[in-house]
């Protein structure tokens, strides 16, 4: 089941289902209108709502769409109970096994999953999933914990379909693979590790966020460049604009020496990065004009690279992708 929520990880929602409908069994949504989305635009495939549906009137429109809710508490439960049998779509049961966000908890989960027998269809076999907090880090006692907790907690249902991992469960916990696995992020060619690089693991970024050129100037050293000046050439220096920015989903954050990749080298981002601009220093290459493309996140730097420069994950700056970048499909 591939994660395409938040735009598809910021690839285009739909340009990503379109590519993966033959290749994955379910797509897995935050919310109802994603959900709607891909079924408005002629996907078939399953489609999970993650947190469930996030009032009553949502459970029978998961419906009429088609879609897989997810009961992640009680009240999710009692929704379903109190919507008319014929408009009760297919449901998920969650079990919070620790990561205290969403589920139900575990010594409840046996009579819940009977009750969400009771009000599907007969012979329905309901997914049971849990969701990991920290399978993303070195140390692998919590993760080992909510495996068994949640083994624990289904032990009594018999044979249930059962759903477990996350990009980082599938590459590090065969373990938990179960019936169906929800990468998202490794999808795109990002590593949900901070102590491996995607490289590591032969994932490839399916994102190469480009811009260009837009202006070149010479400052003399002791000059500042950019808001606040933070940053103040201590050479004669040679300045690329670049028209990308914070408001095109370059992390405003982003550290002096960040990596922008000009053709075929690497120039580090001087000064803050503006609304629609950032500048870089071009001094060691003579031969930059404007007009040259540069790629500010793709094979090279990637975007896990740009992401730990400004403090954050490759995730937060694929998910903040805003529309006005434009999505060009590459073959
Ligand atoms: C987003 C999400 C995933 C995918 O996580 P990645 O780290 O991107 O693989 C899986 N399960 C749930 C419940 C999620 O919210």
Known sequence: ????????????????????????????????????????AGVKNTILLLEGAHHLNEVAMAAEYRLTLNACSLEQLAWLGDTKAKDRPSCWLKIDTGMHRLGIAPAQAPVAYETLLGLLPPGSKPVVSTHFASADSEDPEATLNQLNVFDAAIASLGPVPQSCANSAGVMRYPQSHRSWVRPGYMLYGGSPFSTADAAQFSLKPTMCFESQVIALRDVP??????????????????????????????PRLASDGTPVQLGQTMCPLVGRVSMDMLTIDVTEHPNVNIGDRATLWGEEPHVDAVAAAAGTIGYELLAGMPRRVPRVLAD
């Open 221 to 250: 050293s002791g000059e500042a460049v950019g808001y606040g000046g933070r940053w103040r050439a201590t050479r004669n220096s040679r300045i690329a604009t670049l028209a990308a920015g914070y408001g095109d989903g370059y």
């Open 1 to 40: 089941m591939a994660c395409v929520k938040a735009d598809g990880y910021g690839h285009g929602m739909l340009n990503v289902a379109q590519a993966l409908t033959t290749s994955v069994d379910g797509f897995a949504v935050a919310c109802l209108d994603e959900a709607v989305e891909l079924r408005d």
